[in-house]
């Protein structure tokens, strides 16, 4: 074996090793926050365990005894009860979203879903999501 080809390995596993150091480093000043409002922000959720359960089985009573049908109102439930406990800096967040609203949507995407043979569900939650926080606001 010859010792050039053995020096240049050992050259290029040092220098997997300044990269790697190098990739921390940088990875660790882009994660810090320099913008001292965002620094000393506070997120909170007030929520029970209890009363976390009791919305987690009311959603799944409508949509068990609607045979799914309610579904969208069993979600603005659900998502209504997890915003209404949140506090970012001291604000409450708040949902208006309702049922109705995210009934038509339901009823289009449930029959983009079946004509795509279910090709269409993977852009089905991302829409969902995008629709709740279109509806996710501030309280004051």
Partial sequence: MDNNNFNNGQ????NGQNFQQNF?????????????SIANSTSSWDGGVLETLVA?????????????????????YMIGFIISH?????????FDGTGAQLFGNWIKWFVLIVITC????????PKVYNWIAKHTHFNN
């Fill in 11 to 14: 050259n290029n596993f040092n």
């Fill in 56 to 76: 987690m089985i009311v959603s799944s009573l409508i949509v068990t005894f609607t045979c799914g049908i309610a579904t969208p109102w069993a979600i603005c």
């Fill in 86 to 94: 949140v506090t970012i800096d001291g604000r409450r967040l708040t």
């Fill in 118 to 125: 279910g090709i269409y569900s993977f852009w089905v939650i």
């Fill in 24 to 36: 921390q480093q940088g990875f660790n000043n882009f994660t810090q926050l320099n913008d001292p």
